[in-house]
């Protein structure tokens, strides 16, 4: 799965991000914490310098990478549970269209990055300790919205980068898998009607 896509330069990818971010909490209507919203931008920025320690979450069939995080001990588990969940989120937040176009069935997606990040946290309490706030466990307990925040990233990076009839092709196509308000509103912007059907972009 590609992870090469154009975003506008700016002097601090982490800015760019957090800015990004916060567009995308506010667009979606979608409230969270300050870590939670530090967590997103840490996860994007990783992975727009890709490296051997963040390939693919999807380079291997996700039930064996959960067995094996889970079969794990200590400072490897925890290492790997959130590395899966990580890469779970990023990947269908940024990717989803491709997720989707592949058959893998989305809901079970989400499920196996909401586990990991869900054990990940338990590792960081005490046995017998009361469960208590923390970024993973909001991760967890929210992770289909957290998907949705990076749609929205996404969306408006591909937005920004579309140049060209070429470009105005994959912001159309993008707009037929995902339906996304932020690429029809691009789309408006440069004098295009998005519809579905015979009709197609007027």
């Given at each position: 799965?590609s992870?090469?896509?154009?975003?506008?330069?700016?002097?601090?990818?982490?800015?760019?991000?957090?800015n990004?971010?916060?567009d995308?909490l506010?667009?979606?209507?979608?409230e969270?914490?300050?870590?939670?919203?530090?967590y997103?931008?840490?996860?994007?920025?990783d992975y727009?310098?890709?490296?051997?320690?963040?390939?693919?979450?999807?380079?291997?069939?996700?039930?064996?990478?959960?067995h094996?995080?889970?079969e794990?001990?200590?400072?490897?588990?925890?290492?790997?549970?959130?590395?899966l969940?990580?890469?779970?989120l990023y990947g269908?937040?940024f990717?989803?269209?491709?997720v989707?176009?592949?058959?893998?069935d989305?809901?079970?997606?989400?499920?196996?990055g909401a586990?990991?990040?869900?054990?990940?946290?338990?590792?960081?309490?005490?046995p017998?300790?009361?469960a208590?706030?923390?970024?993973?466990?909001e991760?967890?307990?929210?992770?289909e919205?957290?998907v949705?925040?990076?749609?929205?990233?996404?969306?408006?990076?591909?937005?920004?980068?579309a140049?060209?009839?070429?470009?105005?092709?994959?912001?159309?196509e993008?707009?037929?898998?995902?339906?996304s308000?932020?690429i029809a509103?691009?789309l408006?912007?440069?004098?295009?009607?998005?519809?579905?059907g015979?009709?197609g972009?007027?």
């Amino acid at each position: 799965m590609s992870r090469t896509t154009s975003i506008t330069i700016s002097p601090s990818i982490s800015d760019y991000f957090m800015n990004a971010v916060g567009d995308a909490l506010h667009a979606r209507k979608i409230e969270a914490s300050a870590a939670a919203s530090h967590y997103l931008v840490g996860v994007l920025c990783d992975y727009a310098h890709p490296s051997e320690d963040n390939e693919s979450a999807f380079s291997r069939p996700l039930a064996f990478q959960l067995h094996d995080a889970l079969e794990a001990s200590g400072v490897t588990r925890f290492r790997r549970l959130r590395a899966l969940g990580d890469g779970v989120l990023y990947g269908v937040g940024f990717f989803g269209g491709h997720v989707d176009l592949r058959g893998i069935d989305r809901g079970y997606v989400i499920r196996v990055g909401a586990t990991a990040y869900d054990n990940a946290s338990a590792m960081m309490r005490t046995p017998g300790q009361r469960a208590t706030h923390d970024v993973l466990s909001e991760l967890a307990d929210r992770f289909e919205q957290f998907v949705e925040v990076l749609n929205e990233v996404a969306d408006g990076a591909i937005a920004q980068a579309a140049q060209g009839q070429r470009g105005l092709l994959k912001l159309y196509e993008r707009w037929l898998r995902t339906g996304s308000s932020r690429i029809a509103e691009e789309l408006g912007a440069r004098g295009l009607v998005a519809t579905r059907g015979k009709e197609g972009v007027h």
